[in-house]
């Protein structure tokens, strides 16, 4: 079967890339004693809260992978954009540690959040000291034989996106207070939240991969549409997905009030009585099981998993557009299909 | 007087080099109109908290001074130095943002404080923009003519200095718990959490105005023992200054437990029945007015204070001793001892 073939094609891809990434992050994280560093080890499944190593979970690394095929996929050299790909992982878990804190998430992947265990101070400090992390790891690139204005270009493509990144977080908090989000404003915020890193992830690959800057712009695009396609299906997963396969309690993105893709679509589509229940219900304090189950009814009339995942799809294909026509290496230009076709298609 | 003149030297200082500072500062933020960014003008004293125009305070801007006195100390051209100096402003503002959320401040400058205008969750935003963009800011520096290679060896100062104080934030957050800390972890914490930012704003100053790699190094001692003298007189102004001049409550710090220099040596110099009632009023969840008044009364029988000073005026020596025998443009010479001076001496 075609999809059996692409998530085959997906374990390949981690099976390519993971264990180069895991050890780029590791020595990124190496040697460093001090128990601030504990947190960040805690928070990437490789501790337990006291300091054993162990192996709790592993990160998908979606950034790396996207990063490393880009690279490959120009005919660049895997090992130059190690540095970079693990510099996008850090920044990725920074923003992760510290959403927890102002999502007041108690649990991810199954387990208490950074915040919940060392309390908000810490934790906080702990997303910082791996934002600053990700900045020396990505220096390493001069190490393995990047010229500097090669650096430069790489750590200006990942800074804007950062800047972008709170952008994005900063409407995301702002939408909780408001009931006018559009479909636009949605996606502004995305572009920002999610959209702006995986274009860096992208598009630094394809650059230390030396790619021409067209080329590079065309790989920040694809990279951008697939967050978007990211996005959306992971707001789906957060309304109608498996709590064993995400981690998440199903309805749980619902009874968080989050102006999530399908939520924002039904409040622009409904009509005036449907409007104004979802309106009442996103402006209470809290919601009960009741409002979760009316909210899921309007969805599911208005129709709002389907459109939401077609336009998880129209995203991705149109990613994968702004890759037509590049001499790519063909093997790595299927691999970034089957990971785009995995973003949109994903269960967890 | 002696001192006189050195007071007279320093305000010379913010006049030939704070418009620049402000000027290339206010560039870092201009255009971005997301509310977003607000809150960072709100904390540099720019805007009001609807974001209406007001110039609350001017800050002290010392790391930009620091940089833009050794650039031009070591012979080199201020204007190239900018947006470094405005980038270590950014810094040293994002983790005042956050130091105000972990150490629960309501207050900073006599007014409320980000997070307690905004709440928790769009001020660890905020930190966290404020981070990214003394990145984005930094990149500037190719615009002014320096070279890759430069810029890169600047942001890498940077970029360790940014890892150094989270170190030492997580330190001193964690001595807040514990009644064994002895001066030489309070200067470990000390070395990461304020000495290593300085370092960095003296050593980025002289690298991007050519100065040889010895002497970079050099001006990183510089600025690294000033940065000892700058927090212990810190210390000493939390718990002896005037309210008025330092806009915090005299004792404060005591209140809040700090493990602040004074302290420290108390614990570590005191016989043992005063040892013994420290540590218990350290102990304690709450400190009442009687307990401050003992700590008060112990700090005094020990000399604290006065040791205090003499281990601040002795890190600024120190500091001083390290440029000794360079060859520097006398009169910015002259204005780095006068930074050392007011590092050692100043009331607020």
């Known amino acids: 079967m075609a999809a059996a073939g692409k998530e085959g094609r997906l374990a390949g891809l981690q099976e390519r890339y993971g264990a180069l990434i895991e050890t780029e992050l590791r020595r990124a994280l190496a040697g460093r004693e001090l128990a601030h560093y504990s947190l960040m080890r ?81 934790a906080v400090n702990a997303g910082d000291g791996m934002f600053a992390l990700a900045h020396v790891t990505l220096h390493r690139l001069s190490a393995v034989g990047l010229p500097a204005e090669q650096v430069m270009a790489v750590a200006r493509l990942l800074d804007e996106a950062s800047l972008r990144l709170c952008e994005g977080q900063y409407s995301d908090l702002s939408y909780e207070q408001r009931l006018d989000v559009r479909c636009d404003d949605y996606l502004e915020m995305v572009a920002g939240k999610t959209a702006a890193l995986m274009a860096a992830s992208a598009g630094s690959g394809a650059l230390i991969g030396n790619a021409p800057n067209a080329v590079v712009a065309l790989f920040q695009e694809f990279g951008r549409n697939l967050g978007f396609a990211f996005q959306i299906r992971d707001d789906i997963l957060g309304i109608w997905g498996e709590a064993e396969e995400t981690g998440k309690l199903t309805g749980e993105d619902i009874r968080a009030r989050k102006k999530s893709f399908p939520v924002v679509y039904a409040l622009e589509q409904a009509a005036a009585d449907d409007r104004q229940t979802l309106q009442s219900i996103y402006g209470k304090r809290e919601m009960d099981d009741n409002d979760v189950a009316e909210v899921s009814a309007i969805l599911q009339r208005l129709g709002a998993h389907a459109h939401s995942q077609k336009m998880a799809a129209e995203h991705a294909a149109r990613a994968l557009h702004h890759l037509e026509g590049l001499d790519l290496v063909p093997e790595r230009h299927r691999d970034l299909e089957a990971l785009a076709d995995y973003f949109v298609n994903r269960e967890a």
């Open 42 to 122: 805690y928070h990437l499944g490789w501790e337990d809260r006291d300091g054993r190593p162990h192996q709790w979970f592993r990160g998908k690394m979606l950034r790396p992978l996207l990063c490393l095929a880009s690279c490959e996929a120009v005919g660049g050299d895997r090992e130059r954009a190690l540095p970079a790909a693990a510099a996008l992982e850090l920044l990725h878990n920074f923003s992760l540690i510290h959403d927890d804190i102002e999502d007041g998430s108690p649990q991810r992947h199954g387990r208490d959040t950074v915040w919940q265990v060392w309390g908000i101070p810490q």
